[in-house]
């Protein structure tokens, strides 16, 4: 990954909006500028970007070492804290005056804390509209993680049965993904059947699948950082009409929003093909959300496929 | 749960405080205060306390139907976005003047966006103090999920063998914890083998385990939205003296911190306890992180048994 490009388009940033310096706390966009590896939901380090060219990352013992082995870059600064000092309180010492910060991923705890001493400007979705687009690396992981996925599920279908609870069915999916790559899931699995099937979040329970009932499953792979998001809907048996309906209408839709989706189109108007699709069956106000979103380091991330989706920029 | 008694804590904190008003909107504290399910990560609902002793949940059509489904209580009341309309704009039309937020989860985007037309008070971590103490029925429900985990490694234990990569460990234990009643996973799962167990976040590879080697896993489930967090270290066949030692030194550092844990000890203290052990063997200066944390609807949360840890409030 070039993600010493990544870094200079921040200090170009900084340079342009006048700052002294920038940082990063989300993992996902220290992973991006860096590699550092993350867990989900970890928090805790800190990447600090100086006006005069050196970008740093600020981390506690706990995972200082995992930051030291991949981040094999002579040109970011690893930097630990001393113990029981926060990364935040290291950052006061060593950061210029007029700060960029992520306004989207700072809290409001945070931005307290810091506004003591610093002044701080948002940096209005730098790295995520960076991120927007992406390089040939990044789509070979998400070509790879979405392979997997497909690999699992068609593999788990040979040992799926009516009869078998959601929990069961996640459980074969997941542990073919485990084996054939993913690091960990894009997300909480999502497996949801017969009158559950209208939770679009609904998570894996002992109900027992039954003939005739739609299974719909949400599931994605990670690897190497990114993310892929893939829905299927399956049917036990024969699937009463109404549903076979329903299913022959969403794929047409989505089959013609594949075909427009092209260089220049917005969000909006490509969640507007969908949407007038499903308009014509009379299912319109059945499709109560977007019809997509981009997908990478987060498997929900710019931009926006949905009636307030704009342009990538 | 009893999601009405905590409500009314919150309704005395607005009157206490001279507000107008309380938001939370993290689906964690959303969760505790009515039992609205939720996808870890997934944002989008805000739950409002009216001074007038009213709470609501505002919420797209996504997940309108699985809260109606779930939160089954004549006091809370359900109110559905237009769609397009995002629950932060439905609140702007219904909220009072004064409104008290949490400031550890409100982003500064979003406290920008509401500060425009709402005068914003720091709820003090008022739900993580809440959720620091536990009632019968959550205690009920992390046993479930330590149990689970627990049963999943001991079956998991008898068809693991040297060789094995760390991912195919992962999944052993992963689908057993499904197959057993995790409505989902704690964490994304560590397992760690070898010179990669220094890692304490260092997901699965495709590395085998070697004989002589250690296995860090650390693991947990989540049962009817609550988490357990557990870590384990196998040796791959006979561990090498040294690192039989270290373990023996932790595992006594550790028993002697739980006979510590009583009523009223404070975060710091047990840390120390274990901290001392460490010590005599010489070890101190690699037990670069807190003693532990607080474990609930999130796997982390306060109280912190580090050496910044105070008192369950």
């Known amino acids: 990954m070039d993600y010493k490009r990544r870094r200079e388009r921040v200090f170009r940033a900084v340079e342009e909006r006048g700052l002294d310096g920038a940082i990063f706390i989300s993992p996902e966009n220290i992973f991006y500028f860096t590699g550092a590896p993350f867990v989900k939901g970890s928090v805790g380090k800190i990447l600090y970007f100086d006006r005069g060219g050196t970008a740093s990352i600020i981390v506690t013992d706990l995972d200082y070492q995992e930051v030291l082995d991949f981040v094999d870059d002579d040109s970011v600064e690893i930097i630990k804290t ?3 000092e926060r990364p935040s309180e290291r950052l006061k010492k060593i950061a210029g005056r007029k700060i960029g910060f992520e306004e989207q991923q700072v809290s409001y705890s945070l931005y307290d804390y810091l506004r003591k001493d610093l002044e701080l400007k948002p940096l209005d979705g730098l790295a ?8 040939g690396e990044e789509l070979r992981r998400m070509e790879e993680a979405q392979s997997i996925t497909e690999r699992a599920l068609e593999e788990a279908l040979q040992s799926l049965v009516g009869g078998m609870t959601e929990a069961e069915i996640a459980s074969e999916v997941e542990r073919r993904m485990r ?14 059947s017969g009158e559950r099937a209208v939770y679009p ?3 894996p329970t002992r109900k027992r699948t039954e003939e005739g009932e739609s299974v719909i499953l949400d599931l994605g792979s990670r ?11 399956l049917f036990v048996g ?7 309906d329903v299913y ?11 075909k427009a989706a092209k ?3 917005t969000g909006k108007e490509l969640d507007g093909v969908a949407r007038g699709i499903l308009k014509e069956f009379g299912y319109e106000r059945y499709f109560g959300h977007g019809l997509g979103h981009g997908v990478g380091i987060d498997v929900h991330e710019s931009p926006s496929v949905s009636p307030r989706g704009g342009k990538v920029s």
């Open 248 to 258: 022959d209408a969403v794929a047409q839709a989505q089959d013609e929003a594949i």
């Open 263 to 265: 260089e220049g189109i």
């Open 238 to 244: 024969r699937p009463k009409k109404v549903l076979r």
């Open 128 to 135: 995520e509209k960076m991120r927007e687009v992406k390089d």
């Open 201 to 203: 979040h609904g998570k």
């Open 179 to 192: 084996v054939l790559g993913a690091e960990s899931y894009a997300f909480e699995s999502i497996v949801a």
């Open 223 to 233: 690897v190497e950082g990114y993310c892929s998001d893939m829905t299927r809907t």
């Open 82 to 84: 001393e113990f029981g």
